[in-house]
């Protein structure tokens, strides 16, 4: 038939496909609509969308779920298309069976520009080599059914294993697709084999990796608390170093101050008498271990001797209190400290305070008790 201007001859209906496309999914829908038209609703479902997704759909997805893709180029003016449309692509079989097991894509090279448009992506998906199979079908040779099948996992593993031009037979069609199809399916199992052992081995790295990072998570955090254990064993060695600094300066503070009271009150003790001296008597003070501690003093000598004394040996008066067994009378008073220990003994013999023979004990903080005898004139440690 010679080519025909559509906007010429208003008995032919409207081209499939409008001019110099931009959008291929307008462009196919109104294909759809045209075939619709002209040879009713029952036809194979037309994938609407470029060539590069339809081959995305068919061979992108689980391997289980892979088909091949069929490609139907239409031309309007050859001779064979209303035939083949009617009798062989819009056959219930050949309907049923595309549905079920392929991606239909359609396109129409009624127009130059549309061809070239369709060259473009076949070249761009499948190669040159792919491209000039499809260049060497004119008006005369079409329409043509492309299958596409996949041997690998990826979509440089595509290839036409069908070309199935016009004048055909409905029976030489479904004999191909089947034959095409059945064989895919080998290729289906072997993809979802090897599916199946890649997801595998990646769910058993991922579980793996996934220990690993776990391991250095917890390698990471008995680090932390190593490192948090040793910053709070320096800080607490810090402060414990910080704590005996401060009492051993208080220590050495309050030893150097009793060494200064102590020094004090040998400076203020008078020469011990001597033993010949008849006014001389024996204070003897017994400590708790049993060590007894001997000194003379003069008759004259003032109750405050005996406290300076007694601070000279380590006992000073700020732990201690004298007081009289009984009755219990504290002396250790600025009164009696200035009475000497003769005549505070007699005093209070007198007023019935001490009895002759009569005990003064010195009470001491510390729990020591010491005692001056009259008769003996000794301290003891009770």
Known sequence: LPD???????????????????DPTEALMSFMSEFENRFGPEHPDFFLGP????????????????????????????????????????????????????VFWAWDVTFDTNKARLLTQVSQMFGSVAADSFRIYDEKRLP?????????????????????????????????????????????????????????????????????????????????????????????????ASKREAEEVEAKEAADKREKEEKAMANHLPDEPDASDPNAYVVGMRLPGGERMMRRFHSSETLQTLVFWMGSRGFLPAEYTLVTSYPRRDVSGLYFLRACLFSLVLSLSQYHLLSLPSTLFLSLSLSLSLSLSLWHIAFFCQ
Request: net charge negative.
């Open 4 to 22: 025909v201007d559509y906007a010429s001859d208003s008995h032919r209906p409207k081209p499939p496909m409008p001019e110099n496309v931009d």
């Open 51 to 102: 060539l590069q997704d339809a081959l995305k759909e068919a061979f992108t997805g689980p391997a289980k779920n892979r088909r091949p893709l069929v490609i139907y180029v239409h031309h309007d003016h050859s001779v064979f298309s209303n035939i083949f449309c009617s009798t062989v692509l819009c056959d219930d079989t050949v309907v049923s069976f595309i549905r079920e097991n392929c």
């Open 144 to 240: 043509v059914l492309y299958v596409v099948s996949q041997t690998g996992n990826s979509l440089s593993s595509l290839e036409i294993s069908a070309a199935l031009n016009a004048p055909i037979g409905l029976d030489e069609v479904m004999g191909n697709l089947f034959s095409v199809v059945e064989n895919f399916q080998e290729t289906k199992q072997r993809l979802t084999q090897e599916e199946t052992e890649r997801d595998t081995r990646e769910r058993v790295k991922a579980e793996q990796d996934a220990a690993y990072q776990e391991s250095l998570r917890l390698d990471r955090e008995k680090e932390e608390d190593r490192v948090r254990a040793e910053q709070e064993a320096q800080i607490q060695e810090a402060i414990e």
